[in-house]
Nanobody, 117 residues
């Protein structure tokens, strides 16, 4: 019943920027944590960034200073501003939401980000 809809992926040159967005619907409960994982071919899925219900953010070391996560608590949406993109950022990015009152972690379908000249 909970649905996460992602948008904003695409192809960008190294050094460029993209904004990923994720909208959550289907639940009357706010997400305790929202954020983004990514998975590149042959690589393990890794946490990129998250923000909890108190507004505290967390970033992977590889993206600190380049990515910024933001959240609209009223609308249960989250965005990821990605700057200074590198080829190693190429991956499928998955939005997720932890909703404690529903005892679950919910996932978006994934959106492809490709950084290439």
């Amino acid at each position: 019943q909970v649905q996460l809809v992602e948008s904003g992926g695409g192809l960008v040159q190294p050094g460029g920027s993209l904004i990923l967005s994720c909208a959550t619907s289907g639940s009357i409960f706010s997400a305790n944590v929202m954020g983004w994982f990514r998975q590149a071919p042959g690589k393990q899925r890794e946490l990129v960034a998250s923000v909890n219900s108190g507004g505290i953010t967390n970033y992977a070391d590889s993206v600190k200073g380049r990515f910024t996560i933001s959240r609209d608590f009223a609308k249960n949406t989250v965005s990821l501003q990605m700057n200074s993109l590198k080829p190693e950022d190429t991956a499928v990015y998955y939005c997720y939401a932890d909703i404690r009152l529903l005892a679950g972690r919910y996932w978006g379908q994934g959106t492809q980000v490709t950084v290439s000249s």
